[in-house]
């Protein structure tokens, strides 16, 4: 499932000198005569690469909600899944032109957002930072430092920014798994004069904060509790996501670029769990 939203957005410069001078960078970038121009960036698609079958979430959490005597029935839902099972994992695509000729730039630091439930008791914001590391470092894990995905431009989204998160609800994917042959935590470098390079980025959505925050959900959806052994329902996630990318331009130093926000809607269904009955003779 793919939410496919192009957003071009404007560049911003995060230099840590005084406004006078960050003009004068931002003036400089564009001019003729070094030939520098800001990339341009585009975020593609917010896809579900793993997640919990509706059935896993069933018996996950039927013993729970389905109350005594009649949760004697969750056994029939299947074993209850762990919590790795239980976890979404999700990728961004980014789409990243680079209209210098000669100049090839690296990613530096990612900064994400998601809202998950907005408007709903459910909602809860989770946010990560995420320092990309150089080719070869072996020391790198991708924590931030103390300046990573922090701008002084109010057109760019900093971590700083980003108030009331639930920690834990947003992690970059170090699943070996999930991210398959991709990198996650190393610089992307973006080849000169390309237009339309693909970055992804996989993400993870922290077990425990989505244990309460689904089961919150599951229980408002299911009209009596007894009603989840019997499964046919559509468990609908819908998300806000933002943030910003870091790239490190040759003279000119740092500059980020933001996306979003976007919204839309993740679906689960839970299969029907009634017993087909043979129609009489």
């Known amino acids: 499932m793919k939410v496919r939203q192009c957003l071009m957005i404007g560049a911003a410069l ?7 001078l ?5 003036t400089q970038l564009e001019g003729p005569e070094l030939g520098y121009r800001v990339p341009e960036l585009q975020l593609s698609e917010a896809t579900l690469v793993a997640y919990p079958s509706g059935q896993d979430i069933a018996a996950f959490y039927c013993e729970d909600i389905v109350p005594f005597p009649a949760n004697l029935g969750c056994a029939a839902l299947g074993p209850i899944p762990s919590e790795r099972q239980m976890q979404f994992h999700f990728e961004l695509q980014y789409l990243v032109d680079n209209p210098n000729p000669t100049v090839s730039i690296p990613t530096t630091e990612i900064l994400a957002s998601i809202r998950l439930f907005e408007g709903t008791e459910s909602a809860e914001l989770g946010a990560v930072c995420v320092a990309l590391c150089n080719e070869g470092d072996l020391s790198c894990t991708g924590q931030p430092g103390e300046n990573s995905c922090v701008s002084d431009r109010s057109d760019t989204i900093s971590v700083e920014d980003i108030q009331d998160r639930l920690i834990g609800l947003l992690e970059l994917s170090v699943d070996a798994a999930i991210n398959g042959e991709l990198d996650n935590v ?4 973006i080849p000169a004069g390309t237009e339309n ?9 922290g077990a425990d904060a989505m244990e309460d925050i689904l089961g919150t959900v599951l229980r408002r959806l299911v009209v009596e509790p007894i009603d989840l052994l019997a ?3 559509q468990i609908d996630i819908p998300f806000t996501v933002s943030g910003s990318l870091w790239f490190e331009v040759p003279i000119i130093g740092r500059v980020a670029l933001g996306y979003g926000p976007f919204t839309d809607v993740w679906s689960v269904e839970v299969p029907s769990f009634r017993v087909s009955q043979a129609p009489a003779q």
Do not use: P
């Not at 960050?22 to 931002?26: D, E, K, W």
């Open 197 to 205: 390079f693909e970055i992804r980025v996989r993400f993870s959505l």
């Open 14 to 20: 995060t230099l840590t000198v005084g406004c006078e």
């Open 186 to 189: 190393s610089q992307r470098v």
């Open 231 to 233: 499964g046919d329902l």
């Open 22 to 26: 960050l003009n004068v960078a931002a």
